[in-house]
């Protein structure tokens, strides 16, 4: 922090522009293979083609979409998983496999806060290559030893202007979804993963006016017990507006250790409210099921399957479910992909061949000469039952691998509303203090060679999403029912 007390402003800024100027140094030394990737220039190591988890989110990612809440499963598209390695042949055409990732990537040991070393470095030398050039950044040295030497205010943390300089780099790509991720936000997505949360328990999204409103709260979680609804727009945390938050810093913000305690005022029809709530520690299951209650269902023995997210558990889960639902004697089932956002690439090919006999599931190409055909093969155990897929707008990505690959190829009818349309996949990169880079590396395609990117999967009946899911008021959910009762 620069010491305005200082006598010698001049020199005070001198000091600190040297320091702002030796780290972005650093860091664009450290950066030059990243940027030459970003160009489009870099190639992957030919045994181990990056493929991904398929991220959702048009400014935030699968783990980060979970809500302000603490929980796993936002069910608004706005953020993803986790990344793997994919074996291929060292070929320009990789051999289709659907084999699931057999190498875990390295991740670095993330630290509470990154700490940038300060130390002389030489100027970098950006290869032909790279798409910056010395002379850009000589003039971004220029502009911030300027901004050291006159800016009448606190300048911000060295790294918080690293980690805006990479952001801000990224923005030219035009791709919302290549990003960086600071190492607090990163750290919260492995943590995710584990399946464990610590926070009020309610899923979130980020509503068509930027807002932050609860989709519903988990029954019997801190949430559910304070009287939080579905509808209630979140306005305040502990004092603070919300409403100039970003999705990551709402979460950051709500979330907390277990036994602690938040204040957060809601709008809930145009009238605030107010809660203290006191978080919690609880697992959020990956599926839910059950055989559908005798009354709604006409006496019929109906299997219903609702996925929240395509973990790494999402195949193993879901097969769990459905042995359970046959066993019970289920005569068709209900695939519920609502609100999910998506997640593993493998793990929705895994869930697709769950219902889906042998044939494609999906094509991946890129611009670098990918080309790979993903299958699905005879032998699984719902192959044949009839069944009902259940989407709306926010089931996304690893959602839309599913759905899209049971509409095309004529398995079963989509019921609900257009998907969130997401049809890209990305590469998690975990960076040397945590942090990490999420990169565009392909795009995925229907078995009909359909792009969903932006346009999304129409379902062949469409229903409004009712306020609440489940139940005889579930107007997506009955449709369903009466579909498998009449065939129409």
Same mark, same amino acid.
């Given at each position: 922090?620069?010491?305005?007390?200082?006598?010698?402003?001049?020199?005070?800024?001198?000091?600190?522009?040297?320091?702002?100027?030796?780290?972005?140094?650093?860091?664009?030394?450290?950066?030059?293979?990243?940027?030459?990737?970003? +160009?489009?220039?870099?190639?992957?190591?030919? &045994? @181990?083609?990056?493929?991904?988890?398929?991220?959702?989110?048009?400014?935030?990612?699968?783990?980060?979409?979970?809500?302000?809440?603490?929980?796993?499963?936002?069910?608004?598209?706005?953020?993803?998983?986790?990344?793997?390695?994919?074996?291929?042949?060292?070929?320009?055409?990789?051999?289709?496999?659907?084999?699931p990732p057999t190498v875990e990537p390295p991740t670095a040991e993330p630290t509470e806060e990154p700490t940038p070393t300060i130390?002389?470095?030489?100027?970098?030398?950006?290869?032909?290559?790279?798409? =910056?050039?010395?002379?850009?950044?000589?003039?971004?040295?220029?502009?911030?030893?300027? /901004?050291?030497?006159?800016?009448?205010?606190?300048?911000?943390?060295?790294?918080?202007?690293?980690?805006?300089?990479?952001?801000?780099?990224?923005?030219?790509?035009?791709?919302?979804?290549?990003?960086?991720?600071?190492?607090?936000?990163?750290?919260?997505?492995? &943590?995710?993963?584990?399946?464990?949360?610590?926070?009020?328990? +309610?899923?979130?999204?980020?509503?068509?006016?930027?807002?932050?409103?609860?989709?519903?709260? !988990?029954?019997?979680?801190?949430?559910?017990?304070?009287?939080?609804?579905?509808?209630?727009?979140?306005?305040?945390?502990?004092g603070q507006s919300a409403l100039d938050l970003s999705f990551d810093e709402v979460i950051l913000l709500v979330r907390g250790p277990?036994?602690?305690?938040?204040?957060?005022?809601?709008?809930?029809?145009?009238?605030?409210?107010?809660?203290?709530?006191?978080?919690?520690?609880?697992?959020?299951?990956?599926?839910?099921?059950?055989?559908?209650?005798?009354? !709604?269902?006409?006496?019929?023995?109906?299997?219903?399957?609702?996925?929240?997210?395509?973990?790494?558990? +999402?195949?193993?889960?879901?097969?769990?479910?459905?042995?359970? =639902?046959?066993?019970?004697?289920?005569?068709?089932?209900? =695939?519920?992909?609502?609100?999910?956002?998506?997640?593993?690439?493998?793990?929705?090919?895994?869930?697709?061949?769950?219902?889906?006999?042998?044939?494609? @599931?999906?094509?991946?190409?890129?611009?670098?000469?990918?080309? &790979?055909?993903?299958?699905?093969?005879?032998?699984? /155990?719902?192959?044949?039952?009839?069944?009902?897929?259940?989407?709306?707008?926010?089931s996304a990505s690893a959602s839309e691998i599913v759905a899209g690959a049971i509409q095309d190829r004529g398995r079963a009818v989509?019921?609900?509303?257009?998907?969130?349309?997401?049809?890209? /996949?990305?590469?998690?990169?975990?960076?040397?203090?945590?942090?990490?880079?999420?990169?565009?590396?392909?795009?995925?395609?229907?078995?009909?060679?359909?792009?969903?990117?932006?346009?999304?999967?129409?379902?062949?009946?469409?229903?409004?999403?009712?306020?609440?899911?489940?139940?005889?008021?579930?107007?997506?959910? !009955?449709?369903?029912?009466?579909?498998?009762?009449?065939? &129409?």
């Open positions: 922090m620069t010491n305005y007390d200082n006598l010698n402003p001049k020199s005070t800024g001198r000091a600190v522009s040297g320091v702002i100027i030796a780290v972005l140094a650093v860091i664009f030394a450290i950066g030059l293979t990243l940027a030459g990737f970003l +160009a489009g220039r870099a190639t992957a190591p030919a &045994q @181990a083609m990056p493929t991904a988890v398929v991220v959702v989110g048009a400014e935030n990612d699968r783990a980060e979409a979970q809500a302000a809440t603490g929980s796993p499963t936002a069910p608004l598209p706005v953020a993803a998983v986790s990344t793997s390695e994919r074996p291929v042949e060292p070929s320009a055409t990789p051999t289709p496999t659907i084999e130390e002389p470095t030489p100027e970098p030398s950006l290869s032909d290559e790279s798409p =910056l050039t010395e002379a850009d950044l000589a003039t971004l040295y220029e502009a911030w030893k300027i /901004v050291a030497d006159q800016y009448d205010g606190e300048l911000p943390p060295l790294h918080k202007i690293v980690e805006s300089l990479i952001s801000g780099s990224l923005r030219p790509l035009g791709d919302d979804y290549t990003r960086y991720v600071p190492p607090d936000i990163a750290e919260r997505n492995r &943590q995710d993963q584990q399946g464990e949360i610590e926070g009020i328990g +309610a899923f979130v999204k980020e509503n068509d006016e930027g807002l932050f409103e609860i989709v519903r709260p !988990m029954d019997g979680q801190p949430a559910d017990l304070a009287g939080v609804k579905a509808g209630d727009v979140l306005i305040e945390i502990d277990r036994g602690t305690s938040v204040h957060l005022t809601f709008l809930r029809d145009g009238e605030p409210v107010e809660f203290t709530i006191v978080r919690a520690r609880f697992e959020v299951p990956i599926v839910e099921f059950e055989i559908l209650p005798a009354e !709604m269902t006409g006496g019929q023995t109906i299997g219903y399957v609702h996925l929240t997210e395509f973990s790494r558990t +999402a195949e193993k889960s879901v097969l769990g479910a459905l042995d359970q =639902l046959l066993a019970q004697g289920a005569t068709s089932i209900i =695939l519920d992909l609502r609100d999910n956002p998506g997640g593993f690439l493998d793990q929705s090919i895994a869930v697709a061949d769950a219902f889906l006999p042998k044939g494609v @599931a999906l094509y991946e190409r890129n611009i670098r000469g990918l080309s &790979q055909v993903f299958q699905t093969y005879d032998g699984d /155990v719902a192959e044949t039952i009839p069944l009902v897929v259940l989407v709306n707008s926010a989509l019921i609900g509303e257009t998907t969130f349309g997401k049809g890209s /996949v990305q590469q998690i990169n975990t960076l040397s203090d945590g942090a990490e880079l999420r990169v565009t590396i392909a795009r995925w395609f229907t078995p009909n060679d359909n792009s969903i990117d932006g346009v999304g999967i129409t379902p062949d009946i469409e229903v409004e999403t009712p306020d609440t899911l489940g139940g005889p008021d579930d107007g997506q959910l !009955m449709r369903a029912i009466e579909y498998l009762l009449t065939g &129409q």
